[in-house]
């Protein structure tokens, strides 16, 4: 037990002091990137084109929409879920299934999305009833990876004509689908989350479990809202990822968790819930592809880049960690 | 024991303050070696603080300490281990998943860093004999045994570290007579070996069975010793009590309305007799008794949150849902738990978020929450309970623990309350805060809610109640109105009649 010492400082100080930190936490992220940016287009000549820009979003756009997604999952103090490549796999072959059989790659979207929500409704009523949820999905994500390997029999699915792509090549002065995507998920994300009374429970779930279920706040209800926000993002991300790819394996894509894991944590929303917000994680993401395309650009051998990353995400998630305790003392 | 006999430990002037709050005033404590010393006293009045002064777990502003005639310097627990004392705590500090025998010797300085099972059970065993245990197999895991078992491998502990003050910090709170007469049998032991020993306790029984002086605390100041033998029950609790009802609570009710609530002969998990309460319109229904009594139980079962075994609660003549919280805040029951930073508030949200909790839904269209609509309501609610609606984006954790208390009853306004139920209304409570919260109620009583408290301060729930019904080792005693309850004949009540004429 910690004692408490007669302070010095005032209330009017702390509350400063409190401010100050809170402020410099909710500006690191940005303030990097723009470093990121401006020594990237020092230093690398070809950097700062039209070019490199498209495909830095591009690559944030698939990894942002999920990040958004799941941070409802990380606000209500659920975690992560970390079968989030599985599900991505499973929606993508059903999208080029569907899309194949019908010649409709409209119904092919719906399906892969409609079955990354049961895949999300299952979980999220057993998480819901107490389990964790790391287990969970971890659990899940081997049996979807398994249920996926058996329905393809480990053979590549592939577009049966290049009209599955039109997802991803589509645009709309200038700015491709995915992108517009991106904004528009986090957008609503952010809706859901800050705006409606889905997303107040899901804030109060996650600073207190207990003080929520005397406020007569359901965890099951709100654990399930949750991961059904999160799978729609799954489900779209799927779609998008497979249009660009436009062939699918049972095990592809196996960098996605991970990937989407650290977008949420550097975007600074805090792991034990509460705290946070869909585009936060979405600046999470931008950083990271930021961060991979400069190491592309500069010749950096993949290894070396997973190294680097994991160093940066280590790094900064600790700062944050200790950003965030100073600026609640 | 002659007046010549040096003192085992001597305290003098202690004080100690928590911010504004005096916890501690000028206490002073004299124990000799083999002498058994009980520290009697309302919750809040300090008995824990100078428990945690002397195991070193806090220090104090002002006083000196010394042990065997040496000044001594107990500002962590290892200094004060070192010291000679040991603390036998009400909250087990056993681990739960390591065998008995590796808790007795975990926190002990001089344990060997070798782990030798053998060796270690062999010791074990000479120890646990000490306490009455025997039987028990060393290797067996502490989070198999019973409470009372438990309890005693806490007091094994102790004695394996051959400590020369020993304090007991309520070490039968939570334990059954049989179990209780165990504990004692090592206390005297104990005290029988030459050490010396405080012990702390709510039950004014085991006070003449072991104890041979008292020191009774009150307000943060101790009374002057006095031998046990020149005690009796009535005196003792005079001296606990030591004043009369005084402003701190608001007029009880004049006149008392319908029945609103009604319990029918309801069996509780936890409880062992039916309760059959009635709750009036205005009323303040103050349910008391020790922990363990079964008041918490009771209050949740009609919050919704705990198992119902039998028997049902009406609320206005129809029956009430108490399959879930959620249930019972739309038929207009509220309920603040008693340990508000646990469950009670959202300590990392504003102010606003957290009065706003319960009825968010009220304020909502479609699921959209209309922002304008919540505020004006939350800071209706705030004034209307004291709360400074201008700083409604604080965070709760921020405030002092009255205004969190008062948003923690003050988040129920909101959903237009038939029937509010409050435990532990002023824990951790300054006594300015305690009045305001008091006349809150009293004021909701007056507006047409109806409010049960419970709570184990009984001069609280005399101050506070209409009507006082008490509670013993899970069954309903005597319920009758505020008016014909004295606080000794409650004090006793609670402590209940034999243990306490014993």
Known sequence: MTTIQGSTIGFQDRAGYRRTMNGIRNSTLPILIVLVFIVASISVPQFFTFETVRAILLATSITGIMAAGMTALTLSGNLFSLGVTASVVLSG???????????????????????ALVLGLGQGFIVGLGLNPVVVTLGAGAVIYGSTAMITGGEVVAAGSRDAGRFATFAVAGIPLPVLMLVAFTAVAWFLTERTTIGRDVHLVGWNKDTARNSGISFMATTIWAFLI??????????????????????????????????????GTAVTGGDGSPIKSVIGALFIATTTQIMVLAGVEQGMRYFVLGVVVVVLVITLHLLRRAGSR | MNATDPSRLEATGISKSYGAVKALTDVDITLKPGEVMALLGENGAGKSTIVKIISGLISPDEGTIKIDGHEVELHTVSASQAAGVAVVHQEFSTVGT???????????????????????????????????????????????????????????????????????DEPTAALSDAEIERVLTVVRRLAAEGRSIIYVTHRLGEVFEIADQVVIFRNGRSQPPQKVSDLNVDKVITMMIGRELGDLYPQRAETLGEVVLETHDLKVAGTRGAVNLQLRRGEILGLTGQLGSGTTNIMQAIAGTEDVLAGTVELDGAKLDLSSRRRGIVSGVAYCSPDRKRDGVFRGVAILDNLSSPWVRRVSSFGVVNRRKESAEAVRDASHFAIDHTRMQTLVGNLSGGNQQKVAVGKWLGINPRVLLVEEPTRGVDVGARAEIYAQLRHLCESGVSVIVSSSDTHEVLGLSDTVATFYRGRQTVIKPAGEWTEPDLVREVMHREEAFA
């Open chain 1, 93 to 115: 072959v059903l999208y080029l299934r569907t899309a194949n059989a019908t010649g409709s790659i409209f119904l092919g979207a719906l399906v892969a999305i409609l079955a």
């Open chain 1, 230 to 267: 999160f799978s729609v993002g799954i489900g779209i991300a799927a779609v998008l990822q497979v249009s660009q790819t436009l062939q699918v394996q049972a095990d592809n894509f196996p960098e996605i968790t991970m990937n989407v894991v650290a977008a949420v944590l550097i975007g």
């Open chain 2, 98 to 168: 390591l065998s008995v025998a590796e808790n007795l010797v975990l926190g002990q300085r001089e344990a060997s860093r070798w782990w030798a099972p053998r060796r270690l059970n062999t010791s074990a065993r000479a120890i646990l004999a000490r306490v009455g245990l025997e039987d028990l197999d060393p290797s067996t895991p502490v989070e198999k045994l019973s409470v009372a078992e438990m309890q005693l491998v806490e007091i094994a502990r102790v004695l394996a570290k051959d400590a020369k003050i020993v304090i007991f």
